[in-house]
């Protein structure tokens, strides 16, 4: 049974029962999630590098991801984008942000990204309330953390769609995982051994 986690991925305040057992609990709770999800992830990873093949023997649709370099997982600290334009890096940020339980915000800014390169009028509206039903709506099955104001107003837009009805939403959302989630995946484990340098194994001199 896991806590409860915010959609937008703050740390909840925790102030009551914090003794030694409650805190022990805590730990061992949190050794196992990250566990969970560097295993999940490097599966994810792994299973998306090599192009499988269908039952009808054609290869499949699956994007490939090469395990970039200690200096390209260094440049995803520079900046937000620079993490959102690398496919590995986009990957493994889903990944981590699916363990904190708030893999709906990436998935959200990506589905806006999406919507805003549609050209159709036809294919805008109906993107726009599947949008709106997966991630705005009261009860939403990966419904994202924006206020009130924000949702009816988008309400109102998705009447009749446009490439802006979400403007306002992905900007919150994106500066929810620049300011919170971004900075903890820099300190993850996960990252720190993508920028770690491999070390030469040096022969010992014969004496």
């Known amino acids: 049974m896991f ?4 959609h937008d991925c703050v740390p909840m305040d925790k102030s009551a029962g914090n003794g030694p057992k409650v805190e022990e609990k805590r730990e061992k ?10 295993t999940r992830l490097s599966y994810f990873l792994q299973n998306s590098s090599t192009p499988g093949k269908s039952k009808t023997g054609k290869k499949s649709k699956q994007q490939t991801f090469i395990k970039p370099s200690p ?9 937000f984008d620079e993490l959102l334009a690398s496919k590995y890096g986009l990957a493994a940020f889903r990944a981590f942000l699916k363990s904190e339980f708030c893999e709906e915000n990436i ?8 919507f805003k390169k549609t050209k159709s009028p036809q294919k805008l509206s109906s993107k726009a309330r599947k949008i709106y039903t997966d991630f705005i709506e009261k009860e939403a099955p990966k419904e994202i953390n924006i206020d009130f104001q924000t949702k009816t107003l988008i309400a109102q837009n998705i009447q009749e769609a446009t490439s802006g009805c979400f403007t306002t939403a992905q900007k919150r959302v994106y500066s929810l995982m620049e300011n919170n989630s971004y900075p903890r995946f820099l300190e993850s484990e996960f990252y720190q051994d993508l920028c770690k340098k491999p070390q030469i194994a040096t022969e010992p001199h014969a004496t």
């Open 3 to 6: 806590l409860a986690v915010q």
């Open 29 to 38: 709770m949190k050794r196992t999630l990250l566990k969970d999800w560097k």
């Open 71 to 79: 200096e390209e997982a260094l440049l995803w600290a520079e900046a």
């Open 107 to 114: 998935e959200f800014w990506l589905a806006c990204e999406d």
